[in-house]
């Protein structure tokens, strides 16, 4: 594919994005930037959340680990179906019925100022980061396919990309975001398919050869059962609940999309459908990474080395033009309905967090919610270039361990308020949400001394809300006042 070409596909496709954003935007004003309204149609959160959960390291990633890991990431999928049902029948009650804006003023209701402002600060330090790492992705495809032919550096690459996603953002936010999701996961679903029906083409495969073909090879195991193994099951299960009750039931940009619908019923609806439809994705996303191996194996085809270059490589050198066009709109899709979420979501915590924003009037708040959405693009932009200069592993990894030290805070505060009735010494609650990370790297790195051979891998998350709990726990006394209108009730 030329480079021309390319980047055709890919400026057709932003006047889309920016066609729906001008349709949805009019007349927005705060309320409807941060949570639509609150008239977000339950399927179409649904529908649009997929894409935003996947991002471009699970289209890129996912596909290149199956060589070393086979089919092993989907007992952490499995997983994340017990994290959903606890994020629908514990967490979303909880944030509808103290009708949030912003679910970390939880904590501040729940502890106080300090513990608030620790949860919105490691929120935005996980997502500016996790955010950053899926933009790399993109970003280093299109410096493959485009950028470097046209003697493109780089950082202005990045600068144009989340500029882009600015551009269509700024203005309308989760109003825009709801409906350029959808539209984004469409094309991202349309692309996957396409590339598993054409690579099954290339090898002869109907549908049945292609299941069968992938079950005989190597590649296909799924279940590991050796528990000093890092992909042993029950540590994959368990990391992925911990992972997805973190990374969506206590992260804002997961969670302003379920707090922009009608009411509590059809958020519960949204997320119990769109669990269900996450796994089958996710099996797609190995199949084909079993399918790039096996074509690249029969084909003769030397890969990179890096896992996360062999589906970029293998599309835009060994394809023919209709797969290689299909992998360019998806990489774009999946990515950008990641990223144009989570700088929407940024905006918001930061805004409604740290900018006292119940306080201003309206010709204020929109003047400082331009400011800091451009002030967070630009933070995204210079995380973006500080990985490239120091990474040297699968993104997928990177974006899990970093969740790993990050959500955990979160997780031990989140899981101190709503299973305990005990009161925080709040001014040391910060110390302690730093503290415990740096215990956490600190066991993980001696792990195979001090745990005989024991290995941690994504269940490091446990570890360091374990720890976090433990301090607070530390910091605490009993509570004379009731909290119960603060505690989860049953569903």
């Keep these: 594919m030329s480079p021309q070409l390319i980047m055709g596909i890919i400026i057709a496709y932003f006047c889309i994005l920016i066609f729906i954003s001008l349709i949805t935007s009019k007349n927005t004003d705060s309320q409807a930037f941060f949570l639509a309204?609150?008239?977000?149609?339950?399927?179409?959160?649904?529908?649009?959340?997929?894409?935003?959960?996947?991002?471009?390291?699970?289209?890129?990633?996912?596909?290149?680990?199956?060589?070393?890991?086979?089919?092993?990431?989907?007992?952490?999928?499995?997983?994340?179906?017990?994290?959903?049902?606890?994020?629908?029948?514990?967490?979303?009650?909880?944030?509808?019925?103290?009708?949030?804006?912003?679910?970390?003023?939880?904590?501040?209701?729940?502890?106080?100022?300090?513990?608030?402002?620790?949860?919105?600060?490691?929120?935005?330090?996980?997502?500016?980061?996790?955010?950053?790492?899926?933009?790399?992705v993109v970003a280093g495809v299109l410096q493959l396919a485009v950028f470097d032919t046209l003697g493109i550096p780089f950082w202005l690459n990045v600068l144009i990309t989340i500029m882009l996603i600015w551009v269509y953002t700024f203005r309308g936010g989760m109003k825009t975001i709801?409906?350029?999701?959808?539209?984004?996961?469409?094309?991202?679903?349309?692309?996957?398919?396409?590339?598993?029906?054409?690579?099954?083409?290339?090898?002869?495969?109907?549908?049945?050869?292609?299941?069968?073909?992938?079950?005989?090879?190597?590649?296909?195991?799924?279940?590991?059962?050796?528990?000093?193994?890092?992909?042993?099951?029950?540590?994959?299960?368990?990391?992925?609940?911990?992972?997805?009750?973190?990374?969506?039931?206590?992260?804002?940009?997961?969670?302003?999309?379920?707090?922009?619908?009608?009411?509590?019923?059809?958020?519960?609806?949204?997320m119990f459908w769109f669990s269900i439809i996450l796994v089958f994705v996710n099996i797609f996303f190995l199949a084909l990474g079993a399918l790039l191996y096996i074509y690249a194996e029969q084909k003769g085809i030397a890969l990179p080395a890096k896992g996360d270059d062999v589906f970029p490589f293998l599309a835009l050198n060994h394809f023919n033009m209709v797969a290689s066009i299909a992998f360019i709109i998806g990489i774009t899709a999946i990515t950008y309905a990641s990223a144009d979420s989570a700088l929407t979501a940024l905006t918001t915590s930061f805004c409604v967090d740290f900018l006292d924003f119940a306080k201003r009037d309206e010709h204020q708040r929109v003047r400082y919610r331009y400011a800091v959405h451009?002030?967070?693009?630009?933070?995204?932009?210079?995380?973006?270039?500080?990985?490239?200069?120091?990474?040297?592993?699968?993104?997928?990894?990177?974006?899990?361990?970093?969740?790993?030290?990050?959500?955990?805070?979160?997780?031990?505060?989140?899981?101190?308020?709503?299973?305990?009735?005990r009161h925080l010494r709040d001014k040391w609650v910060p110390l302690v949400c730093v503290v415990c990370p740096i215990l956490t790297y600190i066991t993980n790195a001696n792990s195979k001394e001090w745990l005989w051979g024991y290995e941690f891998g994504f269940e490091i998350l446990m570890l360091n809300g374990f720890l976090t709990f433990m301090g607070l726990l530390f910091i605490s006394s009993r509570r004379p006042e009731q909290v119960s209108a603060l505690m989860p009730v049953a569903p």
């Design 37 to 136: 309204n609150k008239q977000s149609p339950w399927f179409i959160v649904a529908f649009g959340m997929i894409g935003t959960s996947l991002s471009g390291v699970t289209f890129i990633s996912i596909p290149g680990t199956v060589a070393t890991n086979a089919f092993s990431y989907l007992q952490l999928v499995l997983g994340y179906l017990l994290g959903y049902l606890v994020i629908a029948t514990i967490l979303m009650p909880l944030y509808y019925r103290l009708n949030l804006v912003s679910i970390y003023t939880y904590l501040e209701q729940r502890f106080g100022y300090w513990s608030y402002k620790t949860g919105a600060f490691f929120f935005l330090l996980s997502r500016t980061i996790g955010a950053a790492l899926r933009l790399y």
């Design 178 to 270: 709801i409906w350029t999701d959808t539209f984004q996961t469409l094309a991202m679903l349309i692309c996957v398919g396409t590339s598993i029906v054409l690579i099954s083409q290339e090898l002869d495969l109907s549908f049945q050869g292609m299941i069968n073909t992938i079950s005989e090879s190597k590649y296909s195991q799924t279940f590991f059962w050796e528990p000093k193994d890092s992909k042993y099951f029950l540590k994959q299960f368990f990391s992925g609940a911990f992972i997805t009750i973190v990374m969506t039931g206590l992260d804002q940009d997961m969670m302003q999309k379920n707090l922009s619908c009608k009411n509590i019923g059809e958020a519960q609806k949204n």
């Design 374 to 421: 451009l002030g967070f693009s630009f933070l995204l932009m210079l995380v973006i270039l500080i990985f490239r200069a120091i990474n040297d592993q699968s993104v997928i990894a990177a974006v899990f361990k970093v969740a790993g030290y990050t959500y955990g805070p979160l997780l031990g505060l989140y899981s101190f308020g709503l299973f305990t009735k």
